[in-house]
T-cell receptor, first 112, second 116 residues
Framework: QKEVEQNSGPLSVPEGAIASLNCTYS??????FFWYRQYSGKSPELIMF????GDKEDGRFTAQLNKASQYVSLLIRDSQPSDSATYLC????????????FGSGTQLTVLP | GAGVSQSPSNKVTEKGKDVELRCDPISGHTALYWYRQRLGQGLEFLIYFQGNSAPDKSGLPSDRFSAERTGESVSTLTIQRTQQEDSAVYLC??????????????FGPGTRLTVL
């Protein structure tokens, strides 16, 4: 079982819709969770992080964490074509020197 | 500089040649990471440096790969006798803290390596 799993997509949503991206992780001891956005040909950039169960909102983005079910999700409201990118979920792995393990990413396309 | 810098941005080499990739982390960042990203795929961890501690080399795919870092400054990733399967974007990231649940990594622009 992979440590961090994401659906590779592609996920397509119409402009203005809500895009929902999901991620599951295997280590119950994980404490911190990150969402990175990567535009084609560019490097990843951090857009959200969450530590506590529940929702965390930042503008059009909402991160949701459920530690009991070991999943973290990212909702993008009022999706725009500029949101089209690959979204990488990253999870801290307790006791691992590398600190973060990344999922393989979900490719999102927002259709105008 | 304000961010992580990497050089060169692009490198084309012939199979069997050695290449050296450079990463300059954000000033004050004690942790430095190298990742490899093949076309259309996720990030593959290669190596991690934290201060003067022994690096975590568990992600290096073969003994052709090595990396060095002096203190908390520049790091170089060396690939010897390059193979076509080494073609990828090599990303460097740095972060401020090690023993903390908070570990935001800031990425450089990457080096795109093409082995002919």
């Amino acid at each position: 079982q992979k440590e961090v799993e994401q659906n590779s997509g592609p996920l397509s949503v119409p402009e203005g819709a809500i895009a929902s991206l999901n991620c599951t992780y295997s280590d119950r001891g994980s404490q911190s969770f990150f969402w990175y956005r990567q535009y084609s040909g560019k490097s990843p950039e951090l857009i959200m992080f969450i530590y506590s169960n529940g929702d965390k909102e930042d503008g059009r983005f909402t991160a949701q964490l459920n530690k009991a079910s070991q999943y973290v999700s990212l909702l993008i409201r009022d999706s725009q074509p500029s949101d089209s990118a690959t979204y990488l979920c990253a999870v801290n792995i307790p006791g691992s020197a590398r600190q973060l393990t990344f999922g393989s990413g979900t490719q999102l396309t927002v259709l105008p | 500089g304000a961010g992580v810098s990497q050089s060169p941005s692009n490198k084309v080499t012939e199979k069997g040649k050695d290449v050296e990739l450079r990463c300059d982390p954000i000033s004050g960042h004690t942790a430095l990471y190298w990742y490899r990203q093949r076309l259309g795929q996720g990030l593959e961890f290669l190596i991690y440096f934290q201060g003067n501690s022994a690096p975590d080399k568990s992600g290096l795919p073969s003994d052709r790969f090595s990396a060095e870092r002096t203190g908390e400054s520049v790091s170089t990733l060396t690939i010897q006798r390059t193979q076509q399967e080494d073609s990828a974007v090599y990303l460097c990231a740095s972060s401020t803290r090690q023993f903390s649940s908070y570990n935001e990594q800031f990425f450089g622009p990457g080096t795109r390596l093409t082995v002919l």
